[in-house]
């Protein structure tokens, strides 16, 4: 069985543009989480979306966005970009919202902003 | 809020020896704790969750609600057992909303 797949796993963008990043989660997998991952704040959560609907946000500005598609595909954006947000972005897929608590991660995708 | 502390961030021991990474937690309900491992070039993994009670590569870990800790412990570490080690901590039933200890580099060394 394939794991989860992140597309891009590395990109540059500059200050001011946007990213979107992709997310394949393992087959049969519902629930998809994004976290974000810097050597000073560690991994922080950013959120949660299962069956389409996002089930839970992290403390991030508004210019974090995600979405999940029907396939449970998912995709997270990041507009007019910060030096900030420098990082490297995991996502993780899970079984359904209320499972035992495994999350699989995938390889990560590493935006680094100029 | 919740918050998960890893006090410390390397942690060295020899082959053989005893090893322990401390994870504290802060959380008024009843939380679900987890320790991730990350080893060198692979993905980040589930190594154990409290609500099995199981023992994974020998590893266990008890939850202390006492203390608020979720330590994990070893009785001898091997070499492969190097690697960086993330205390997680959840609620209710969202198991993909995870709060991350900042993690230990763990060494065993020969």
């Known amino acids: 069985k394939a794991g989860v797949t992140q597309t891009p796993r590395y990109l540059i963008k500059t200050r001011g543009q946007q990213v979107t990043l992709s997310c394949s989660p393992i087959s049969g997998h519902r629930s998809v989480s994004w976290y974000q991952q810097t050597p000073g704040q560690g991994l922080q959560f950013l959120f949660e979306y299962f069956s389409e609907t996002q089930r839970n946000k992290g403390n991030f500005p508004g210019r974090f966005s995600g979405r999940q598609f029907s396939n449970s595909r998912s995709e997270m954006n990041v507009s007019t970009l910060e030096l900030g947000d420098s990082a490297l972005y995991l996502c993780a897929s899970s079984l359904s919202a209320g499972n035992t608590g495994e999350l699989f991660f995938g390889e990560g995708s590493r935006l680094t902003v100029l | 809020a919740q918050r998960v502390t890893q006090p410390e961030k390397l942690l060295s021991v020899f082959k053989g020896a005893p090893v322990e990474l401390k994870c504290n937690y802060s959380?008024?309900?009843?939380?679900?704790l987890f320790w991730y491992v990350q080893y060198s070039r692979q993905r980040l993994q589930l190594l154990l969750r409290?609500?099995s009670r199981e023992s994974i590569k020998g590893f266990t870990a008890d939850l202390n609600k006492g203390e608020t800790s979720f330590h994990l412990k070893k009785p001898f570490a091997q070499e492969e057992d190097s690697a960086m080690y993330y205390c997680?901590?959840?609620?209710?039933?969202?198991?993909?909303?995870?709060?991350f200890g900042q993690g230990t580099i763990l060494t065993v060394h020969p």
């Open positions: 409290h609500i």
């Open positions: 959380y008024s309900g009843s939380p679900e």
């Open positions: 997680a901590l959840t609620w209710g039933t969202s198991y993909g909303k995870l709060t």
